[in-house]
């Protein structure tokens, strides 16, 4: 990664940051399906969640048959998806730097996101600027640090200089109960693809039926429609 030095400070505005509202807890699964989850409801679940028990029981139902009719994803077929978004991954790490690759995540025409852990995230600092590197065409990009927050594990990016991103605007929505999300993240030097179905939403998360991987970090998670995500903040 390499460090420049700040140009004259540049009027920035407040960034639509709609896409990252909430945190996600969910996470990407490997080849292998899972086995059947116990959605039982348990006797202190209506007071931790809210709803009755028929709720969750119609919930239960629902969501063991989704995951008996789960089918495996290739490799091959995960690498297809991650190209199909690879002008949304960035990076942190310089493209002829060895180092394993932190991922970033463009979500708009001037913002992108990434995690704040970890020895080099978590030293950035609000108003400075550093570059990120496109992991499709190694170009660098001259961004400002606009945002950081430790609880939220998060750090927004401003790119300078009236610049863009190739993006569109991200529209904002929501996961239901059952839909399948895939997350396209880094592992290494390559991109690295999972998959899962959401079982439950708690308020402020969304729980998916998935187990996190290496290079889960400030990846996407987007469902099957393409034009809404959020920011994978734990591996």
């Known amino acids: 990664m390499s460090e420049i030095e700040a140009p004259p400070p540049i009027p920035t505005s407040e960034p639509s940051t709609t896409a990252n509202k909430r945190d996600s807890s969910v996470s990407a699964s490997g080849d292998k399906p899972t086995e059947p989850m116990d959605f039982t409801p348990k006797k202190d679940q209506d007071e931790e969640f809210g709803g009755s028990s028929s709720d969750y029981e119609k919930i239960a139902n629902i969501l063991k048959n989704y995951n008996n009719q789960r089918t495996t994803i290739s490799d091959k077929q995960k690498q ?15 493209p002829i730097n060895n180092e394993p690759k932190r991922c970033v995540f463009v979500f708009g025409p001037k913002h992108a996101a990434t ?12 108003g400075e600027y550093t570059i990120i590197y496109s992991m499709k065409t190694k170009a660098g990009a001259m961004v400002q640090i606009i945002r950081t927050n430790k609880e939220a594990d998060v750090v927004i990016f401003e790119w300078v200089a009236g610049k863009k991103f190739e993006v569109q605007e991200l529209e904002c929505g929501t996961f239901e109960l059952g839909e399948r999300y895939t997350s396209f993240g880094i ?16 308020g402020s998360h969304y729980i998916g039926d998935g187990e996190s991987e290496k290079g889960d970090s400030g990846s996407p998670v987007l469902p099957n429609f393409p034009f809404f995500s959020f920011i994978k903040l734990m591996t």
Do not use: C, E, Q
């Open 187 to 202: 592992l290494g030097n390559i991109f690295a693809a999972g998959h899962g179905s959401m079982r439950r939403f708690t």
């Open 115 to 126: 995690y704040f852990h970890g020895k080099l995230h978590s030293t950035f600092i609000v």
């Open 80 to 94: 297809d998806k991650a190209n199909l978004f690879d002008n949304i991954i960035y990076t942190t790490t310089h």
